[in-house]
């Protein structure tokens, strides 16, 4: 699987867009960017995943670069609530892949 | 529909003291793992099984055995517990078409 590399801390005021950068700029051609969060002491919870297109859903919106060598994760209106270590993992989604987690970012959202 | 449940909670264990970690997942799902996560550090994996009756080493095996008893549960032991394995554990299981991991709630291990 492809190295991912993101910022260690990020701060965002409640109420304004998050936006988390990630690099991954050995991702192969048929790898997909995966986003997961974990907020303090929980188990983590899948956010939204893409190969080339921009996807959206009701959490976030995921922005992959033409070449994809790097991604963005996009919190639209952050709350209090979004304070949570976010991951950003490149796989494959065939046959069986394991899950390789990295250090994340640790956003934190302030009043 | 529960998810993935862990048992126990909480644990704390005397160096040399055996135990066993219990995961169930109800989705159906083939493929399980198990991770650990030490105090500010990211998860890591320990064992996983691609699917019912298999199972391999992850990033950190050493000290810990794996049996998947059936499709729906995947339990971890460690024989002789020590200090360096106080973590949180983690299990999870994985959708076969969306890729998308679920994660149980945690177990917090202490061993002194």
């Known amino acids: 699987d492809a190295k991912t590399t993101q910022p260690p801390s990020m701060d965002c005021a409640e109420g304004r867009a998050a936006n988390l950068p990630c690099n991954h700029s050995?991702?192969?051609?048929?790898?997909?960017v995966y986003w997961y969060r974990q907020i303090h002491s929980q188990g983590p919870q899948y956010i939204i995943h893409?190969?080339?297109n921009n996807e959206t859903n009701e959490m976030a919106s995921l922005i992959i670069t033409e070449d994809r060598k790097s991604s963005t994760l996009i919190l639209p209106h952050a709350t209090l609530r979004d304070t949570a270590v976010y991951y950003c993992?490149?796989?494959?989604?065939?046959?069986?892949?394991?899950?390789?987690f990295g250090t994340g970012t640790r956003l934190l959202v302030s009043p | 529909n529960a998810g993935v449940t862990q048992t126990p909670k909480f644990q704390v264990l005397k160096t040399g003291q055996s135990m066993t970690l219990q995961c169930a997942q109800d989705?159906?799902?083939?493929?399980m793992y198990w991770y650990r996560q030490d105090p500010g550090m990211g998860l890591r994996l320990i064992y996983y099984?691609?699917?019912?009756?298999?199972?391999d080493k992850g990033e950190v095996p050493n000290g810990y055995n794996v049996s998947r008893l059936n499709k729906r549960e995947f339990s971890l032991r460690l024989e002789s517990a020590a200090p360096s394995q106080t973590s949180v554990y983690f299990c999870?299981?994985?959708?076969?078409?969306?890729?998308?991991?679920?994660f149980g709630p945690g177990t917090r291990l202490t061993v002194t």
């Open positions: 099984s691609a699917s019912e009756g298999t199972t």
């Open positions: 893409g190969l080339k």
């Open positions: 989705m159906n799902h083939n493929s």
């Open positions: 999870a299981s994985i959708h076969a078409s969306s890729y998308e991991q679920y």
């Open positions: 050995t991702i192969s051609g048929n790898e997909y």
């Open positions: 993992i490149v796989r494959l989604n065939t046959g069986f892949q394991k899950l390789v």
